[in-house]
């Protein structure tokens, strides 16, 4: 878990084998039903921003992941804009209001992930 803040970077490496979504979290309100997701689903190969702990989805584009290889993501935040990398294979831009100063998490969901390399930076 790290810390949203108005100007941050976080990035890293992951490498999944199932089939469900993974990705990161952020608190919105300390209430687990209104946290916004950005969600890697190898599945349905998107990308998505999704709003009220994934329920309400806001934003995709397209993305094909295999299982077992190795990927790297970068995230950067800027005020309340986001951008959120993959390998140079998918980039998707969010709005994220409401969520400086609260928690990020990593998640998964029916999936199992191994995130590495872990690095944060602030502003």
Not at 49 to 54: A, K, R, T, V, Y
Request: net charge negative.
């Amino acid at each position: 878990m790290c810390t949203c803040y108005e100007r941050f970077l976080l990035k890293g490496n992951f490498t999944y084998s199932g089939s469900g979504s993974f990705g990161l979290c952020f608190d919105y309100n300390g209430e687990a039903d209104k946290y916004k997701l950005i969600s890697i689903c190898p599945d349905d190969n998107i990308l998505q921003l999704s709003f009220n702990e994934g329920t309400t989805p806001i934003a995709e584009t397209e993305i094909h992941l295999e299982p077992g290889k190795d990927y790297s993501f970068t995230y950067i935040q800027e005020g309340s804009v986001g951008v959120f990398y993959i390998d140079g294979m998918a980039v998707l831009t969010v709005w994220l209001y409401g969520v400086s100063g609260k928690p990020v998490r990593l998640f998964a969901r029916n999936n199992s992930v191994t995130f590495s390399a872990l690095e944060q930076y602030s502003n």
